[in-house]
């Protein structure tokens, strides 16, 4: 299992970016997908999720509004919205799948948001 994540930045208060999410090594259209996201100093708190066919998600109350998490099973992709940045947005971001009761991880992105 490879998950490799891309998107990352730094932008203003009020910016968006996109995250992605490249999956391989599973059956990508049979599992959900979820990213978590670190701030420094934190622990690793649970942003979204998304079933195998994206047609349910769920986020944390701190982005609800601000982000959409969506896939693409044909592209093997994940990605994440992220609209509306705060300061608060700040953290390393990190995509997630849960594959024969194993948790497996990306090497994460840094997502930066100041003035």
């Known amino acids: 299992v490879q998950l490799v994540e891309s998107g990352g930045g730094s932008v203003q208060p009020g910016g968006s970016l996109r995250l992605s999410c490249a999956a391989s090594g599973f059956p990508f259209s049979s599992y959900s997908m979820t990213w978590y996201r670190q701030a420094p100093g934190k622990e690793r708190e649970w942003v979204s999720a998304?079933?195998?066919?994206?047609?349910?998600?769920n986020y944390a109350d701190s982005i609800k509004g601000r982000f959409t998490i969506s896939r693409d099973n044909a592209k093997h992709t994940v990605y994440l919205q992220m609209n509306s940045l705060k300061p608060e947005d700040t953290a390393v971001y990190y995509c997630?799948?849960?594959?024969?009761?194993?948790?497996?991880w990306g090497q994460g992105t840094q997502v930066t948001v100041s003035s």
């Open positions: 997630n799948v849960r594959y024969f009761s194993n948790d497996y």
């Open positions: 998304v079933t195998s066919s994206g047609s349910i998600t």
